[in-house]
């Protein structure tokens, strides 16, 4: 999508690619509407131009919703009678079709008419509401999008994609200080914008099991597996363990289980959504009980919003079951539990799951999220974002932050690229930009093998544009 930046084409068609950020798009996509708007006549019936985006669901959807959410913006501010024409023209829409038959299917009568209606396709809102469209394909009632036994194992070729991801990760500790290494680039990078510190060596702490656990879980994920390992890295520090850890407090089997999980997902993946907690106004933060008598309430909890993720189409299925069948219990009590790789690819399909629920929200101020904006709403919830958001609004628009033409700078461009004040909501804009940064550290380990960890997708390292 590089090419958006140095030109500017009539129409764009995507076949199930938007699979990175798709900033440039939103920003392609919002000025050409814009344009339409500005040479818009009565009676006129067709677009100057257009665009359209056919995804599946999972991989490609978030970025594809962005676009999505974004167009319908920007159409919103068009005259009454321009709406229709500029929509038509404009669309994202979903499709059970298989990835590599969408070009085929599509693509000659999207080039004879970029606004002819699609038949099998539908827009994010209709899908949403469609439950035969919900998975890729026709199953059964009540049959699972995979078999049990496969979410969390990964692609065919997942042993393939680890092996050569785990090269490339030793590649980059070891040439940390090269002038094209990105985690060096960035950490250069932020520090001429905000002057933030951020991890020196991100890649130190980076094991195999590690890399493995994001590999396989990245097979069934909607974010990316970048994404999902700096989230990871960012919230607990990368901590994993394959070993038994005894749980001294626990009574039961069952109460065990709950007590370790509920510990792995408060401390190691930073989301209390799936364990009990309570406010504690001197910690300032959310707490968990981590007593015997807990246990059920945890494992009650725990069912119920993971039930909940299933039901929303946000997962395949629901996976309370899967996990904690990983969870290996020694006889006691005391009892020690011994969580195995699948036990962290499935956690982090949950937290996959909550963190594209997050970035699906709406906010007035932002027509789309990116992943490092989500995670300022992931690090301070909905209705402080909503606040966060308000106040941004208002500070990229002081005299000080305006750009040597005298235009404003972007909401994101002043939470992300600006050094942030100890007034101006400091510590998330720097959690944030912490995280980008992982993200963009950890990008390279495995961009040029996404068609081992996600089979049907292409190198998009060598291409610009679906």
């Known amino acids: ?31 050409r509407i ?37 167009i319908q913006k920007a159409v919103a501010a068009a005259p009454t009678d321009a709406q229709a024409v500029i929509q038509a023209a404009y669309r994202v829409l979903r499709t059970a079709v298989a990835h590599g038959e969408i070009p085929r299917r599509f693509g000659w009568m999207l080039l004879a ?7 099998e396709t539908y827009t994010p809102s209709e899908a949403e509401a469609s439950a035969d469209e919900a998975t890729p394909y026709k199953r059964p009632s009540g049959a699972a999008l995979y078999p049990a036994e496969d979410v969390g194992d990964g692609s065919p070729f997942a042993s393939q994609a680890l092996d050569q991801c785990w090269s490339k990760t030793q590649d980059l500790r070891r040439t940390l200080s090269a002038a094209d290494n990105p985690s060096r680039m960035s950490r250069l990078n932020i520090s001429s914008e905000s002057r933030v510190s951020v991890d020196g060596n991100p ?56 007590l370790f999980r509920s510990q792995t997902y408060y401390v190691d993946l930073g989301s209390d959504y799936f364990v009990v907690t309570r406010y504690d106004p001197a910690a300032h933060d959310n ?22 993720l299933a039901a929303s189409g946000l997962l395949s299925q629901d996976l309370s079951a899967a996990i904690n069948a990983e969870l290996a219990i020694s006889a006691g ?8 790789v699948k036990f962290y690819s499935l956690s982090l399909l949950l937290m996959d799951a909550l963190f594209t629920k997050m970035q699906r929200n709406s906010f007035p101020q932002l027509s789309s999220l990116s992943e490092p904006m989500n995670y300022i709403q992931w690090n301070i919830g909905t209705k402080r974002f909503g606040d966060f958001l308000a106040s941004a609004e208002l500070h990229r628009n002081e005299p000080a932050y305006r750009q040597p033409s005298g235009d404003q700078i972007s909401l994101e461009q002043w939470a992300l690229h600006t050094a942030p004040r100890k007034t101006e909501w400091s ?27 996600k089979p049907g997708i292409e190198d998009l390292s060598n291409r610009n544009m679906g």
């Open 203 to 258: 890649y130190s702490g980076l094991r195999r099991d590690q890399l493995d656990a994001v590999i396989r879980a990245s097979f069934n994920s909607s974010q990316m597996p970048h994404t999902l390992l700096a989230l990871w890295a960012k919230e607990g520090s990368l901590r994993m363990t394959t070993t038994a850890v005894a749980v001294p407090l626990a009574t039961t089997p069952d109460n065990a289980r709950a």
């Open 333 to 340: 009590p005391p009892f020690a539990v011994t969580p195995s």
């Open 34 to 70: 814009a344009a339409e708007i500005a040479a818009w006549t009565p009676g006129k019936t067709n677009a100057d131009g257009g665009l359209c985006i056919l995804y599946r669901r999972r991989g490609t959807e978030p970025q594809s919703v962005r676009v999505y959410q974004a």
């Open 1 to 31: 999508m590089r090419i958006l930046s140095d030109a500017q084409p009539d129409e764009v068609h995507v076949f199930d690619a938007l699979y990175w950020d798709a900033t440039p798009l939103i920003s392609w996509v919002t000025a």
């Open 427 to 453: 510590h998330p804009r720097i959690n944030a930009i912490r995280f980008m940064h992982y993200q963009e550290s950890y990008r390279a380990i495995f961009a040029l093998w996404m068609n081992l960890i």
């Open 287 to 308: 707490v968990w009980d981590n007593s015997d008598a807990a246990a059920p309430n945890h494992e009650a909890h725990f069912r119920s919003q993971v039930s909940g």
């Open 113 to 119: 008419n970029v606004a002819q209606p699609l038949a």
